[in-house]
C-alpha cells in the first residue's frame, strides 16, 4: 500500500469514527474533503497508468552470447513472449490515455471525461480500459457530476473488482456519498 492510499484509508477511516455531532459538518468543510480525496486519487491513477517512456532509472541491460555463424541483426534482438512496447497498436492506445490524463492534470475535465470516453469506445477490450473507465469517473468527480462519477466508480467496480485502484475506487464513492 503507498503512502497516499495509506493516508486516504486513515482519513476515512477518521470520518467514519467521528461522533455524530461532528458528521453533521458545513458543506465547504465536505467539499474541501472530496477535493482532496479526489486530488490524492488523480496521483494514485498516475502511478498504475503505463508511460511511453519509461525512466532511465529502470533500464534493464541483458548481456548475451552468439555462437556459430555471423549473427544477423534480428537475432541480435531479443523477443520476449508478451511484451507489446514496441508494438504500434498498444503505443496508440498508451498516448490516448495519456493525453486524457494530461488533459486532468491542466484542470480540463470536461476535456479529460472526454478523452477518457473517446479511449472506451476506441480501446474497449485495452488492458488500460479499466484505467480510463476510472479516469472518465474521477473526471466528472471532479466537475461536480457526482451521480455520473457515483455511476462510473461503480461500473469500475463491477468489472475489475481486483483492479489495484478498487480500493481507490470505493474511497472515492464514499466521499461522493
Known amino acids: 500500500m503507498t503512502k497516499t492510499a495509506a493516508l486516504a484509508l486513515v482519513a476515512l477511516v ?19 474533503g472530496v477535493k482532496e ?11 498504475v497508468t503505463p508511460r511511453s517512456a519509461p525512466p532511465a ?3 534493464t541491460t541483458v548481456t548475451a552470447g552468439l555462437r556459430g555463424k555471423e549473427a544477423t541483426e534480428s537475432e ?4 520476449w513472449r508478451g511484451d507489446r512496447e514496441q ?8 498516448e490516448a490515455l495519456e493525453q486524457a490524463q494530461a488533459l486532468a492534470d491542466t484542470g480540463n475535465f470536461a476535456g479529460a471525461a472526454q478523452a477518457y470516453e473517446a479511449f472506451l469506445k476506441q480501446h474497449p477490450s485495452s488492458t488500460l480500459a479499466a484505467n ?11 466537475m461536480g457530476e457526482r451521480a455520473r462519477a457515483t455511476a462510473g466508480f461503480e461500473d469500475f467496480l463491477r468489472r475489475d473488482p481486483q483492479h489495484p485502484l478498487a480500493r481507490d475506487a470505493e474511497t472515492a464513492l464514499a466521499a461522493l456519498r
Open 87 to 94: 508494438d504500434p497498436a498498444t503505443r496508440k492506445e498508451r
Open 57 to 59: 532509472a529502470t533500464t
Open 37 to 47: 480525496t479526489l486530488g490524492n486519487l488523480w496521483g494514485r491513477l498516475r502511478a
Open 14 to 32: 477518521n470520518l467514519l469514527a467521528l461522533p455524530p455531532a461532528f458528521a453533521q459538518q458545513s458543506a465547504p468543510a465536505q467539499t474541501a
Open 132 to 142: 480510463a473507465r476510472f479516469g472518465a469517473a474521477l473526471s466528472r468527480a471532479a
Open 76 to 79: 541480435l534482438k531479443p523477443y
